[in-house]
């Protein structure tokens, strides 16, 4: 039934967000005595919309939004010795081990063995190209799209290029507003795999539309099943077709 299931890469195959928080929680403690933890959070929110259109996404644009966040709040005050240690804050996000979700090795190997895979995710060349690379599963894909954002006509752009027809595309992620919505506009199907964490930015108001359009999955351990589910109903279908 499908040519090709494709996924998100962070927070889908492996964990991500954690990072960014783990990196938040020093900055706000090193800005501690400017401001509240909740205001240094508004203000880093709103200067990474604000670069957005600038950088992308990923750990460099966070950085420079970082920055660029202690010298507001701070007035100009912020020292050099301190930028350093946000410069540090970043490489440790950048050096920290990659760490598969549970069960990913396992789902993505079975998956592979009658599916074309592919990786679709936004964020920095570089560092998606080395998390792949030290996932180990970089064998199981036959494409990986690091894209700028993930829009509708992103996606169509995609799915053109590749010779792909929407109704033969599963989409997997962790993102309803970028890996979910816009694949079920473009007529494919979509599996919303949440992880506990979401960047607000990633946040949709009702990511329950009636009716859904999608599926929903509590880990990415039962994909294969819903998978063959779905082939099998694409059988049955083709067998109801009067001779
Ligand atoms: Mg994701």
Do not use: C
């Not at 750990?59 to 007035?75: G, P, V």
């Not at 010795?81 to 804050?89: D, K, L, Y």
């Amino acid at each position: 039934m499908f040519d090709v299931i494709a996924f998100d890469a962070d927070d889908t195959l492996w964990h991500n967000e954690t990072l960014y928080t783990i990196a938040q929680d020093s900055f706000t403690q090193l800005l501690s005595r400017y401001r509240a933890a909740d205001e240094i959070e508004e203000e880093l929110f709103k200067t990474e919309m604000r670069n957005l259109r600038y950088y992308g996404y990923g750990i460099k644009s966070f950085t420079l939004s970082m920055i660029e966040t202690a010298i507001e709040i701070s007035e100009g005050r912020i020292q050099g010795h301190e930028i350093r240690q946000i410069i540090g804050f970043a490489r440790d996000m950048l050096n920290a081990p990659l760490q598969l979700l549970e069960g990913v090795e396992e789902v993505i190997r079975t998956l592979s063995e009658a599916h074309r895979l592919m990786i679709i995710t936004k964020g920095d060349l570089f560092d998606q190209g080395s998390k792949l690379a030290r996932s180990g599963l970089a064998d199981y894909f036959t494409h990986v799209e690091v894209v700028s954002d993930k829009a509708e006509e992103t996606y169509r752009a995609l799915l053109a290029r590749h010779d792909i027809h929407p109704g033969r595309f599963l989409m997997v992620g962790n993102s309803v507003k970028s890996d979910i919505l816009p694949v079920v506009a473009l007529g494919g199907q979509a599996v919303y795999i949440p992880y506990h964490t979401t960047w607000v930015h990633e946040v949709v108001a009702n990511p329950h539309p009636e009716p859904q359009g999608y599926f929903e999955l509590e880990h990415i351990g039962l994909l294969p099943a819903l998978v063959e589910r779905l082939n099998d109903q694409s059988v049955s279908h083709t067998s109801r077709i009067p001779r």
